[in-house]
Each structure stands twice: as C-alpha cells, then as structure tokens.
C-alpha cells in the first residue's frame, strides 16, 4: 500500500517564477493537508482540502499562495511569484476521514524549494 | 489558539537506555487528539504515537510509551532500549477535535533533536 507521495523531492526556482508542488494521498484517503517547515522549526498547518473543496485555508498566506484537490489527480500547491522567504520544506499528508480517531494524518517525504 | 511546547531543543542518550522527551500544550478544549512525529535525517515525518485525551490509558508502541497528565497539560514520550536508528527530531503535536479556523491541522512543538551514543 503505497504511502503518500510528492513531487518534485526538491525544486529550485529563482524569485519571481512560479513553484507547482504536487501531492497524492494514500489509497482510501479523500482528506489531503499542506503544511511547511521552516529551517530548525516545527511544520505550520497552511490549508485543508477534500476533493472538490477547500475546508480551511486559514493557514495560507493571503498572496501568492493557492490549492486545489481536483475530482481527478494530485493536491497542488501552488505559489506564484516566489520571493525567497518561501524557501522552506513542504509536507503534505493525507487521511482517511476528517473527523474520529482514524483522523490520523500520515505523512509524505516532502518537497524541499529553494529560491534563488 | 492551542499552543504546543518542547522545553528541550537537544537530549542525548547511551544506546540501550532511556530517554524521556517533554511535551507540554495549551488549549481549553476538553477533548483532543496528542501525536509524537519521528522526522530522521531524511525528513520524512513518521508517525510514533497517538493519544486521545479521552482515554486515561497511556497508550504505548512497542518501545515507545508516554506519560499523559492531562490536568497538568503534559504528553511525555519514553523511549525504552534505545537504538541508533531512533535518532531523529521529536515533534509533539495537537489535534482538535473541532473543524475551521485552523483546528483541522496539527499543532506542532518546535521538535527535540535525540541523539544516540553508540
């Protein structure tokens, strides 16, 4: 059962493009949530999707940044315009339902962007 | 906002023995869902263990155990019989069991850095 997967692993941009980073949930997950890490911290929660649906982006900067979960295909995150205050580790992980003790979030390996 | 706090950025410990990692939070929430990540060198966050706040019963995995104190807002994690490969960031973190405003992610500490001795 494979777990959850991203890609690209690392991803290099200079300021100013634009970065698509992609996800996909484990088998039987519909619940799909982005997070990034910074350099000697803890992950910060950013959105929460179900397919078709953003349930709470509270945690997306206002600019820039945007997700989606379509019916078909990966989660992306995307950012636009990178600066280099984006450089940071990016997690996705995914669950089998939103709510009860089967809420647990399981993780993917990360996309690592660096902005030049 | 629920706050999560890990007093200790680094904890070394002899191959074989056991090590204990601190955890402290802050909520108002009466029931709520506690996890400790394993993130190794490869970065990958690996899921250690969880506890309901619900369940008095510390919940244990093998070598892995934890001490939760829910009045005193604590989920410690004991690391029995310590193996090199248990090196890693520790990241204590928190789940709501309400939906929006943020409460749907996790709350992570700032993680502690084990080290093991060979």
């Known amino acids: 059962n494979a777990g959850v997967m991203q890609n690209p692993r690392h991803l290099v941009r200079r300021r100013g493009q634009e970065a698509r980073l992609r996800c996909s949930p484990m088998k039987g997950h519909s619940h799909v949530y982005w997070y990034r890490q910074l350099p000697e911290e803890g992950l910060k929660f950013m959105v929460y999707?179900?397919?078709?649906?953003?349930?709470?982006e509270s945690g997306m900067p206002k600019e820039r940044f945007s997700a989606e979960f379509p019916k078909e295909g990966p989660s992306i995150l995307r950012i636009q315009q990178v600066v280099r205050g984006d450089s940071a580790a990016y997690f996705c992980?995914?669950?089998?339902?939103?709510?009860?003790?089967?809420?647990?979030?399981?993780f993917g390996p990360g996309t690592r962007l660096t902005v030049l | 906002a629920q706050t999560v706090t890990q007093s200790q950025p680094e904890m070394s410990v002899q191959e074989a023995e056991t090590v204990t990692l601190s955890c402290t939070y802050d909520t108002s929430e009466s029931d709520y869902y506690l996890f400790w990540y394993k993130q190794p060198p490869s970065r990958q966050m690996i899921l250690v263990i969880r506890q309901e706040a619900y369940k008095q019963q510390n919940a244990t995995e093998n070598r892995f155990s934890v001490n939760f104190q829910k009045a005193a807002k604590s989920f410690s994690l004991k690391i029995s019989d310590s193996q090199l490969g248990d090196a890693a960031m520790y990241f204590c973190a928190y789940r709501s069991l309400y939906s929006g405003g943020g409460a749907d992610g996790l709350t992570f500490g700032k993680g502690t850095h084990l080290i093991i001795q060979p």
């Open positions: 992980a995914s669950s089998q339902n939103g709510q009860g003790f089967t809420d647990t979030q399981y």
């Open positions: 999707l179900q397919k078709e649906n953003i349930i709470d």
